[in-house]
């Protein structure tokens, strides 16, 4: 089991930037890959980005691709999501996630993820 802390969220405006940071506590971390979802207010968690347990591949959703970037340091235990040219429609609680395989990474479902942070808000004002 993998304890995951996010910070760096916050109040911006549109087109600002802000990066996230996940920092696990566990040394399972290296072999994990490691996601970001987000919960906007009235509505489902999603998934955004996510990363394989060696950092060689990511995946974005369409709304996010030339815009956020993920991204980890092993070395760290921490995984960082950079979102640029931030939209009002990304106003969310974002959560950071890790799941145990070492397949290359894709779109991850709720279901697989082994463990979840506590979340932390963004909101992006017009």
């Known amino acids: 089991q993998v304890r995951l802390v996010e910070s760096g969220g916050g109040l911006v405006q549109a087109g600002d930037s802000v990066r996230l940071s996940c920092a696990a506590s566990?040394?399972?971390?290296?072999?994990?890959?490691l996601g970001w979802f987000r919960q906007p207010p009235g509505k489902g968690q999603e998934f955004v980005a996510g990363?394989?347990?060696?950092?060689?591949?990511?995946h974005y959703i369409d709304s996010v691709k030339g815009r956020f970037t993920i991204s980890r340091d092993n070395a760290k235990n921490t995984v960082y999501l950079q979102m640029n040219s931030l939209k009002p429609e990304d106003t969310a609680v974002y959560y950071c996630?890790?799941?145990?395989?070492?397949?290359?990474?894709?779109?991850?479902?709720?279901?697989?993820?082994?463990?979840w942070g506590q979340g932390t808000q963004v909101t992006v004002s017009s």
């Open positions: 996630a890790a799941k145990f395989t070492t397949e290359p990474a894709r779109q991850l479902g709720t279901a697989e993820i082994n463990d």
């Open positions: 566990a040394r399972p971390f290296s072999s994990a890959a």
């Open positions: 990363i394989s347990w060696d950092g060689s591949s990511t």
